[in-house]
């Protein structure tokens, strides 16, 4: 019975198969369809060296920087007591009041902040402002350490050479 039914399905394998005349037609369509591809030719997109995208043009302004030897009777060291520590932001909004009440300050332009360390809150603070003096663009600079890697809250005057804030 086994065998019979093999050879059944055998028949009916051998009778639903094309033929070879059919075989040989679909393989020739194939071959007419089929584009030889060139083989290690660089695709037109490719170039000989890597290419690099051109950084944007920088305008650079001359900039002063006047280091002063230490004087506590120097604007650079008056006194600032109204620091929030809390935030970022909130610290450079703060040091920028500052500078503004600054005499020989007309107006403050902007604060670059520079992380001290990858992974800390403090900072070095670049406030840039005019002159009411020359009309020239200065920068006053200042360490803010925040309590951290067993720092206290602090803010130093570079300028000055001074704690405008002393750690308490």
């Known amino acids: 019975m086994k065998n019979l039914i093999l050879i059944l399905i055998a028949l009916l394998?051998?009778?639903?198969?094309?033929?070879?005349?059919?075989?040989?037609?679909?393989i020739a369509q194939t071959q007419a369809v089929w584009t030889r591809v060139p083989t290690q030719t660089p695709y037109p997109t490719?170039?000989?060296?890597?290419?690099?995208t051109p950084r944007p043009t920088i305008v650079v302004t001359q900039a002063y920087v006047w280091t002063p030897t230490p004087d506590q009777s120097n604007s650079n060291c008056t006194p600032i007591t109204t620091v929030d520590y809390t935030d970022n932001s909130k610290m450079m909004i703060d040091l920028q009041a500052y500078v503004g009440t600054l005499p020989s300050v007309k107006s403050v332009s902007y604060v670059i902040p520079e992380l001290?360390?990858?992974?800390?809150k403090s900072?070095?603070?670049?406030?840039?402002?005019?002159?009411?003096?020359?009309?020239?663009?200065?920068?006053?600079?200042?360490?803010?350490y925040v309590t951290e890697f067993g720092w206290k809250n602090a803010v130093f005057s570079v300028d000055g050479q001074c704690w405008i804030d002393p750690p308490r």
């Open 46 to 52: 490719q170039t000989r060296y890597p290419t690099q």
């Open 13 to 26: 394998l051998v009778a639903c198969a094309p033929s070879p005349q059919a075989i040989r037609a679909a």
């Open 123 to 144: 900072q070095i603070v670049h406030v840039t402002y005019v002159s009411s003096d020359d009309g020239k663009v200065y920068s006053k600079r200042y360490i803010v």
């Open 116 to 120: 001290l360390y990858s992974n800390s």
